[in-house]
């Protein structure tokens, strides 16, 4: 029997929330902690493709931040990625930067969960400190640059509902053909109540939702690392409260599992072999950084934020001329306009910016969109 489901079963019966990190991040069946191999979940040989894994052209716009920004601080910042999966984001940023490295990043930090994936992140990029978790490794010195992709929408979320107007919650128990099933009952912890009235969220009757009460502190602890000044840029697939839980918009909540690059709609099925995923509340980030004492800050879709900062100034040269191109060149080009595009990732991602102290200043400056006319 698949070890996830023998676990379930072991416990009685789980709250989605716990099924959710033992079917990601159990140590020898998780979809992220298993030893792999083969291809990793995320790119085209793997389940599902994220912005770093779409195209170069996104981490070079990143590389090319960072190096403003050092500029504009006078001095080179540790660049932090949390949830680094295989370093293909990190390898990129690193080969844009080349021998101006010095100059923009003084030190590197990837922290990832799986340990399959940290020795190919070793293996991949030169210079680096490869942590299971951003807690284990040592406090910097000087500005500081965070940054996470799809982290925090891969981090466990209890699911709820309303029934009989009574909150109820999704658990998961084993069935009597070895595999696992829902069963609706009490909220497992009393932090979910009082998570939804901090945030003000009620459901309708019928209405299912995904809530993460602990993104807050998990993001809270990611930013208190940073020290007195810093930057973090948390790319993800989410939208504020009002609209995530707008029962008008998302009446049914944002659970999905993926595998093969196809929607696969019964997350219970397989576990360990299907990544799961739901989105991610941004009012969740934002409440987390003003408990560090960090701004807030600024969210905006992927392609206004990767526009804003001269991604177009990455395109194939030949493109700005209007001259043919050639047919890598045209793959290059489609890669991108998936990332620009305002259907699918373009809009669908968002990037939050937040930071503190120079920095966060810093930033604001070059973070100025182009004129309309540009
Ligand atoms: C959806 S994948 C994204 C990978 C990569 N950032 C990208 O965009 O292609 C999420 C990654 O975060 C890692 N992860 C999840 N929780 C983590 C944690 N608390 N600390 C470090 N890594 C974590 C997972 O192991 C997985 O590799």
């Avoid at 069946?29 to 996104?58: E, H, I, N, Q």
């Avoid at 500029?71 to 949830?83: D, I, K, M, P, R």
């Avoid at 980030?285 to 879709?301: C, I, M, Q, T």
Wanted: with cysteine; glycine share 12%; charged share 20%.
């Amino acid at each position: 029997m698949n070890a996830i489901v023998t676990e379930v079963k072991r416990r009685g019966r789980v709250s989605f929330a716990t099924f959710m990190e033992l079917a990601l991040y159990h140590p020898q069946a998780g979809y992220y902690t298993r030893p792999r191999t083969g291809p990793g979940p995320a790119g085209a040989c793997g389940d599902f493709l994220t912005a770093p894994t779409a195209s170069p052209v996104f981490a070079r716009t990143i590389g090319t931040l960072v190096q403003q920004l050092a500029a504009a601080l006078g001095e080179a910042v540790t660049f932090v990625e949390l949830g680094g999966g295989e370093g293909m984001f990190l390898e990129a940023l690193l080969a844009h930067l080349g021998t101006q490295r010095p100059a923009a990043v003084r030190r590197v930090v990837v922290a990832e969960a799986g340990a399959w994936a940290r020795a190919r992140i070793a293996e991949r990029c030169r210079d680096v400190e490869v942590v299971a978790g951003l807690a284990k490794a040592r406090w910097p010195e000087g500005p500081v640059v965070l940054f996470a992709s799809e982290l925090y929408d891969a981090l466990p979320v209890h699911r709820i509902t309303v029934q009989d107007g009574a909150l109820a919650e999704f658990f998961v128990e084993a069935d009597e053909r070895g595999g696992l099933r829902w069963r609706l009952g009490e909220p497992s912890a009393p932090g979910i109540l009082t998570y939804l009235g901090d945030c003000g969220i009620s459901l309708v009757e019928g209405q299912v939702a995904e809530i993460r009460p602990t993104a807050r502190e998990v993001h809270a602890a990611h930013l208190r690392w940073c020290g007195h000044g810093g930057l973090a840029l948390v790319l993800d697939y989410g939208h504020p409260g009002r609209r995530l839980y707008d029962p008008r918009a998302r009446r049914g909540g944002s659970l999905v599992g993926y595998r093969h690059h196809a929607l696969v709609a019964d997350v219970l099925g397989d576990p360990g072999e299907t990544d799961i995923t739901a989105h991610v509340n941004f009012d969740d980030l934002e409440r987390g950084a003003a408990d560090a004492g960090w701004e807030r800050g600024v969210l905006r879709p992927l392609g206004s934020f990767l526009t804003m900062h001269g991604a177009l100034a990455l395109l194939p040269a030949r493109v700005a001329g209007g001259e043919p191109l050639s047919p890598d060149e045209w793959g290059a080009l489609g890669e991108v306009k998936r990332l620009l595009l305002p259907t699918g990732m373009g809009s669908d991602l968002k990037v939050l910016a937040q930071g503190r102290g120079r920095p966060w200043q810093a930033y604001q400056r070059l973070a100025t969109s182009p004129p309309a006319d540009a």
